[in-house]
C-alpha cells in the first residue's frame, strides 16, 4: 500500500519568515495530494490541495508543488504569522488517503 | 459550506457501555468516512461508505459497529470498548470516494475508555 514520510516533525520559525514541509509517496499510482491543517482540540483542515496533472499551486501565502518523477510534493508558506501555529499532514490518495506523520509548526511572535 | 458536524464533542464510557458517535453532513456528499486518530499521530482510516453502503472495513474490531442511514447521516456504535480505544473519532465527507476528490473533517468526538 501507499506509504507517506513527512519532514520536519517539527519546525519553527520568527513571524514573517518562511515555513516549507515536505512529503514523499511510494505508489506512483497516487494521483491526489491535500494538505491539511489541525490545531489543538479541532478536527483537520483542508487548506490547499493538488493533483498529479498539475505542478504547482498557490493560493495567497500557501503553495504546493509536487514532482512526479520524484515522487514528493511540498507546502510552502510565506509571511508566516503566529495563527499559522498548528499540527501540518500531507496526504496521498489512491484508493483511500494515507497520511504523513504530521509537522507540527510553531511562528514565533 | 463545508460543514461536517459531529455529537457529542466529548464521551466518557466504560468498558461495558453501549454508545453511538453521530456525523451529519448537508453538503450533499455521497462518501463518509470514519477515522480514528491517537494523540501526536495521523489520522486512521476505519470504515468508508459510498452511496450509504460500507465499502471499506480497515479490519475494525466487531465493537465498533457502523450505520449509514442516509446521504448525510453516519453513526458509529461502540460496545465493550478497551481503554486503549480511546482516542479522537474524526468523521469525514467527500464528494465521492473515488481517489481525486477533496475530505472534510469534523472537529471530531474526544473519547475516553474507563
Known amino acids: 500500500g501507499e506509504n507517506v514520510e513527512q519532514h520536519p516533525s517539527t519546525l519553527s520559525v520568527q513571524e514573517g519568515d518562511s515555513a516549507v514541509i515536505k512529503c514523499t509517496y511510494s505508489?506512483?499510482?497516487?494521483?491526489?495530494f491535500p494538505w491539511y491543517k489541525q490545531e489543538l482540540g479541532k478536527g483537520p483542515q483542508l487548506i490547499i490541495d493538488?493533483?498529479?496533472?498539475?505542478g504547482e499551486k498557490k493560493d495567497q501565502r500557501i503553495a504546493v508543488t509536487l514532482n512526479k518523477t520524484a515522487k514528493h510534493f511540498s507546502l510552502h508558506i510565506t509571511e508566516t504569522q503566529p495563527e499559522d501555529s498548528a499540527v501540518y499532514f500531507c496526504?496521498?490518495?489512491?484508493?483511500?488517503?494515507?497520511f504523513g506523520a504530521g509537522t507540527r509548526l510553531t511562528v514565533k511572535p | 459550506d463545508t460543514e461536517v458536524t459531529q455529537t457529542p464533542k466529548h464521551l466518557v464510557m466504560g468498558m461495558t457501555n453501549k454508545k453511538s458517535l453521530k456525523c451529519e453532513q448537508h453538503?450533499?456528499?455521497?462518501?463518509m468516512y470514519w477515522y480514528k486518530q491517537k494523540a501526536k499521530k495521523p489520522p486512521e482510516l476505519m470504515f468508508v461508505?459510498?452511496?450509504?453502503?460500507?465499502?471499506i472495513n480497515e479490519s475494525v474490531p466487531s465493537r465498533f459497529s457502523p450505520e449509514c442511514p442516509n446521504s448525510s447521516l453516519l453513526n458509529l456504535h461502540l460496545h465493550a470498548l478497551q481503554p486503549e480505544d480511546s482516542a479522537l473519532y474524526l468523521c469525514?465527507?467527500?464528494?465521492?470516494?473515488?481517489?481525486?476528490?477533496?475530505?472534510?473533517f469534523g472537529p471530531g468526538t474526544r473519547l475516553t475508555v474507563t
Open positions: 493538488i493533483r498529479s496533472n498539475v
Open positions: 469525514a465527507s467527500s464528494p465521492s470516494s473515488a481517489n481525486s476528490y477533496e475530505q472534510y
Open positions: 461508505y459510498s452511496y450509504e453502503k460500507l465499502s
Open positions: 453538503m450533499g456528499h455521497r462518501a
Open positions: 505508489d506512483s499510482a497516487s494521483n491526489y
Open positions: 496526504a496521498a490518495s489512491i484508493n483511500d488517503m494515507r
